[in-house]
């Protein structure tokens, strides 16, 4: 029988302070991500292989396609086979269409997410990002983040600038926001005491509204 090589006592001593402070199942699983694959077959990254047509598919979904429109995902897949077939076409297929299914539309929505930051209106923005909430819920930590900046840019911009232009995007609007409150010492000061003034009162109106 093999015997397991005896470990040193420091080693012991790290993974044992390590799995004290983060868990034992968080180190194992640490240790075990950061340690190099064995030998063998290597591992396919078919989303990598797919990547051009997730791209063309989040540029249809900002244009307003229907991610679970029947057929795509096979589409999808018969492509990517055609153009990697490896050994067996049709086995090719059926691994990619599997992996498709788990991952194709969260990829596509954090494809397609960028562009709509950088360049739609901050109303269409959001409403992706509630399309993105019911399409794929795994994301919603990172939506939740997203909704929470693009609602408190609105309400520095509106106590800052005024209302803001209905074609403005996310990113355009912090631009400006961040020129507002970096306009010279004085200004930047007046500026943050108008938003802070602002957010009060409207927190103010909340509690008002509850009670």
Excluded: C, F
């Amino acid at each position: 029988m093999q015997r397991t090589p005896k470990l040193p006592p420091e080693l012991v001593k790290a993974i044992k302070a390590l799995a004290k402070t983060y868990g034992a199942d968080t180190v194992r699983d640490a240790v075990a991500s950061g340690l190099p694959a064995k030998d063998g077959r290597p591992q396919i990254d078919d989303l990598t292989l797919a990547r051009p047509l997730l791209e063309a598919e989040a540029e249809e979904w900002r244009n307003g396609a229907d991610l679970k429109s029947h057929g795509r995902q096979q589409r999808m897949a018969n492509a990517v086979g055609a153009a990697h077939p490896g050994h067996n076409l049709e086995s090719t297929i059926d691994r990619v269409r599997h992996k498709l299914a788990k991952k194709r539309i969260p990829a596509v929505v954090m494809l397609a997410l960028p562009d709509s930051i950088d360049s739609a209106p901050i109303d269409v923005l959001l409403r992706k990002v509630e399309e993105a909430y019911h399409l794929a819920p795994s994301l919603s930590p990172l939506l939740d983040i997203l909704v929470t900046q693009a609602e408190d840019t609105q309400l520095h911009y509106r106590a800052l600038i005024g209302e803001p232009d209905p074609d403005l995007s996310l990113t355009v609007m912090l631009a400006e926001v961040g020129r507002a409150l970096g306009s010279g010492i004085g200004a930047g000061v007046a500026a943050r005491r108008k938003v802070e003034a602002d957010l009060g009162e409207r927190a103010s109106a909340r509690v008002s509204l509850v009670s």
